[in-house]
């Protein structure tokens, strides 16, 4: 008996040794009680009484999101906090988790980006429209959005060239929504995804720096989710587009998948789930396994690179930082935001 215990501890601590690897480790944490992020935490701030403030005495129906945003001379952590049927409260952190600004806002957005406007540039987080050098509130037009449903999160922007870009897909088509900095818009078009499987936009990586590798080409990565039919089996296509194809939209090609050179798909990643976006860092992008609360780090090319558990509890919004150093995870149940590290 005490030589399997002996045995039973020192394959632990073999696997804390390596954890960069070892996928024994992420088996035997998903079996625990406690999400994956309590050992991976290095902060955390309470906002219990800043929300149950806000949320009122009843409650029950909320949301939040969190989203990492980093403009040219700062990154700051973003929590949005929605009751329905409409109101939101946005909390921006600095990454030490210092709350510096609170805004309420009556709009219902799910939508986060650093925008064309502003020297530095703006961010821009649900309804909210804050300066990216102060963080003072500035206003947002009301409706600056593509006309697809609001409930959905099939969504995800970029800015490039002085222009705002909404990228996004619904049932068997993807779509591309250009405005100009007062959020304007410029142009709104789509093309079908004909595919034999079940496909949509879960996410998208953009370099504003551009990519040694393509030779200064500035990047936008598409990380499309597909299912099988007939396996119920989910997998990733990674497909590398340039940001100048996208005022003419020449990067949403009609047959979108079908038609597109093989070059430009870099990646094809079995065994993934889509029950959450996925995120791109510049280590790779991070996608959910079909184990629940299991995510894997994946090359570019679609390598794993590790394995990690973070929690299996859906609701639990979290974002990574573009360093892929950090992520941020608000936990619902003790109204905790954690900052936590990759270990990548």
Request: hydrophobic fraction near 40%.
């Amino acid at each position: 008996m005490v030589k399997r215990l002996l045995i039973f501890i020192l394959i632990i601590l073999a696997c804390l040794i390596c954890l960069t690897t070892c996928d024994l480790f992420v088996a035997l944490f998903s079996l625990s009680p406690f999400p994956g992020y309590l050992a991976q935490a290095v902060a955390s701030v309470d906002m219990r009484g800043e929300i149950e403030k806000f949320l009122g005495d009843d409650y029950v129906d909320w949301e939040s999101d969190v989203y990492v945003l980093r403009n040219s001379i700062r990154e700051q952590v973003f929590l949005v906090v929605r009751k329905q049927p409409e109101a939101q409260k946005i909390y921006v952190f600095s990454t030490a988790l210092q709350l510096e600004k609170t805004h309420k806002v009556d709009t219902h957005r799910r939508i986060g980006l650093v925008e064309a406007a502003g020297a530095p540039q703006n961010f821009v987080v649900g309804g909210g429209r804050f300066d990216g050098g102060d963080l003072s509130i500035m206003n947002l037009p009301e409706d600056p959005y593509p006309p697809i449903t609001e409930d959905t999160w099939h969504k995800f922007t970029f800015a490039h060239g002085g222009r705002n870009y909404i990228v996004w897909s619904d049932p068997n088509q993807l779509g591309c929504s250009e405005y100009d900095p007062s959020w304007g818009m410029l142009s709104n078009d789509s093309t079908p995804i004909t595919m034999e499987e079940d496909c949509r936009l879960a996410g998208i990586g953009y370099e504003p720096l551009g990519d040694p590798i393509l030779g200064g080409a500035v990047p936008v990565y598409l990380l499309v989710f597909c299912r099988e039919w007939e396996s119920d089996n989910g997998f990733l296509y990674i497909i590398t587009t340039e940001a100048n194809q996208y005022p003419d939209h020449t990067a949403i090609t009609t047959d979108f998948l079908t038609d597109l050179p093989p070059d430009q798909i870099s990646a094809r990643v079995w065994d993934v789930e889509d029950r959450r976006p996925f995120h791109y860092t510049r280590k790779g992008v991070v996608v959910e396994a079909r184990n629940r609360g299991t995510f894997r780090l994946v090359s570019l090319e679609g390598s794993i690179i590790k394995s990690f558990f973070i929690t299996s509890d859906e609701r639990t919004p979290f974002d990574f930082d573009i360093d892929g150093k950090y992520y941020y995870i608000f936990d619902r149940r003790n109204f905790r935001l954690y900052k936590a590290a990759t270990g990548f």
